[in-house]
């Protein structure tokens, strides 16, 4: 049996990371929440070959090529304990989503069955934010400029539910669990 796979997206602070652990919280057995940024540390910390790759692409400040990303997630969700996998805020770029969803969909062990956005104003997401105002800011311009795209893509896949992440966070986590709970 495939993995089912749901994807957490949205912009910074909205909660992706909240709600993806409040469901491997909720779920232990059956849920195994993943950060994209997570699984490329702990990877650099495996000292494998593709470790001591993303470290040298940190070292000289580039970013991570998506094909590197991808093949991280890929494993990462194939070596999961559950048949369910969140992973949040991943594919952020049209490229990547694109890439992703080709690998995905032509993938037997591995099905996406929903993309959630969690939806935020500007405002908001500012207001939760952990890191600093530059880096939102920088963040939040890089959101804008790809999300309309990533959208586009997965509605025409019929995957994607959007979620009012503005409401109380118990409120939010209902909506998530309302659209999963048929998929876990």
Known sequence: MPKKLILI?????????TQ???LAQKYPE?????STGELLKQE??????VGRIISDYFYKGHLVPSSIIIDVVLDAIKAAPTDVVVIEGFPRKEKQVKLFGDVLF???DIELV???ELSVSDIAGKERFTGSEEIYENELQAYKETIAEVEKYYK???LLKVVDAE??????????????????
């Open 9 to 17: 997206i949205g912009a910074p602070g909205a909660g992706k990371s």
């Open 20 to 22: 993806a652990e409040m």
């Open 30 to 34: 059956k849920i195994t929440s993943y």
């Open 44 to 49: 650099t910390q495996s000292g494998s070959a």
């Open 106 to 108: 032509s993938h037997k």
């Open 114 to 116: 929903n993309v959630i």
């Open 156 to 158: 025409e896949h019929d």
């Open 167 to 184: 409401a109380p966070l118990d409120e939010t986590f209902r909506q998530i669990e309302v659209i999963i709970q048929d998929k876990i």
